[in-house]
Nanobody, 121 residues
Framework: QVQLVESGGGLVQAGGSLRLSCAVSGSIYSVNDMGWYRQAPGKQRELVATITIGGSSNYADSVKGRFTISRDNAKNTMYLQMNSLKPEDTAVYYC???????????????WGQGTQVTVSA
């Protein structure tokens, strides 16, 4: 059973930092593109950042210069370092990953369960 397990969320004051982790567990062949998304109350889920297996990254304009996405391919784990947090960053953060279970399997996108990030003013 493939699972994406997020950790690292919590409550922080504006200007503070948090580091989220997303670990892929289960028997798999490969993890390809990965990404972080977030959903604030009453809003649609939005892209935060993505990273390819080669390490190329892409960020939403709202987090550029403050957030850094990274991954450790040996551990099948992705990270999101969030600095200079603002109240508007408050949301449930979800990770996703394109995973190939077997060498001949198609890529399937899996999602984590989400982790709450709350930034107080």
């Amino acid at each position: 059973q493939v699972q994406l397990v997020e950790s690292g969320g919590g409550l922080v004051q504006a200007g503070g930092s948090l580091r989220l982790s997303c670990a892929v567990s289960g028997s798999i062949y490969s993890v390809n593109d990965m990404g972080w998304y977030r959903q604030a109350p009453g809003k649609q889920r939005e892209l935060v950042a993505t990273i390819t297996i080669g390490g190329s990254s892409n960020y939403a304009d709202s987090v550029k210069g403050r957030f850094t996405i990274s991954r450790d391919n040996a551990k099948n784990t992705m990270y999101l370092q969030m600095n200079s947090l603002k109240p508007e960053d408050t949301a449930v953060y979800y990770c996703n990953a394109e995973i190939r279970i077997y060498v001949v399997s198609p890529r399937v996108t899996y999602w984590g369960q989400g982790t709450q990030v709350t930034v107080s003013a």
